[in-house]
């Protein structure tokens, strides 16, 4: 694998989850507002027609596909709709720091999976350096048992089904074209979202809260984008760990939405994030070196 490979699957990551901490944001501010269902219902009608215009520019079709392709599309989306339920359910019901603090887990559940699934060789240094960001995102956070309850378990179930889409994501060929599989997932979202509105109340949306959509749109469109990039370029157990520079986002993202300024062991803990991905780098300019 190519140093710039893994650089750029980097890079990608990174902008993903700062893109996914602004969704999250937004959606959460949402809530207090609008049904969730509502909520990703019209959050995914706002994406799907950017998507089909890119997709027909592009001249990007399904039916040339491979039935191997197609399935792991399929899969993928299943899973994209339940990791949505799942995370935004946690996130309606429990404080932003436990969901984030579970969440932590998956560079650590993404390289596993990708170990066993997918053969690819991670040694103890990437393992050392995954958790060692993980400790670092435990201070950050400090997660205090007052804010788990039940729906843990739903911010659990979410590690699961984003494990699976993030493999799903790798297994496909060069074939397909990321807009393909941006497009699924936001039509596969959308139906899934409008079924699940059928007999259940509809709340007026405010001119305030369809700013807030449009803005979770574009966030998670970009999101989408550069996650399927991502899965797509570079080693996932090289590439995953920079989910921790989440963190980074949602610290630079309280002080100018809520003016929350970090406290000492948030800036402990940010300090070893970076370290880490510091050290991941130097660990990569190193190994490229030898080849």
């Known amino acids: 694998m190519r140093l710039s490979n893994n650089m750029t699957g ?19 501010l949402l809530f207090s507002d609008i049904a969730l269902f509502q909520a990703v219902f019209l959050r995914s009608i706002i994406t799907v027609p950017p998507i089909l215009v890119i997709g027909w520019i592009s001249k990007v079709t399904i039916r040339n596909l491979s039935n191997q392709d197609k399935r792991l599309i399929f899969v993928r989306v299943v899973a994209e709709i339940c990791t949505t339920i799942a995370f935004l359910t946690a996130l309606k019901y429990m404080p932003l720091a436990n969901v984030t603090a579970i969440l932590q887990a998956l560079p650590l559940a993404v390289t596993l999976a990708a170990a066993l699934f997918l053969a690819e060789p991670v040694g103890w240094r990437r393992w050392s350096a995954i958790l060692v960001g993980f400790f670092g995102v ?31 994501t790798r297994k496909l060929t060069n074939e397909v074209p990321t807009i393909t599989v941006v497009l699924s997932t936001a039509i596969g979202s959308a139906l899934f979202a409008g079924i699940m509105m059928i007999g259940t109340e509809w709340y007026a949306v405010s001119a305030a809260s369809w700013l807030l959509l449009i803005g979770a749109a574009v966030a998670v469109l970009i999101a989408t984008l550069l996650s399927v990039m991502a899965m797509r370029t570079g080693e996932i157990s090289f590439v995953s760990p920079f989910r921790y520079t989440s963190m980074l986002g949602a610290i630079g993202l309280g002080i100018l939405m809520f003016g929350d300024w970090p406290d000492q062991p948030t800036l402990v803990g940010t300090l070893i994030i970076v370290s880490t991905g510091i050290y991941t780098f130097h660990r990569e300019q190193m190994i490229s070196r030898k080849i």
């Open 138 to 168: 435990l201070i950050v956070v400090r997660p205090g048992l007052e804010g788990f309850n039940v729906y843990s378990l739903s911010a659990l179930v979410a590690i699961i089904f984003i494990t699976v889409r993030e493999i799903a």
């Open 10 to 28: 980097a890079a990608l990551m990174t902008g993903c989850v700062f893109a996914y901490v602004i969704n999250d944001a937004f959606m959460k």
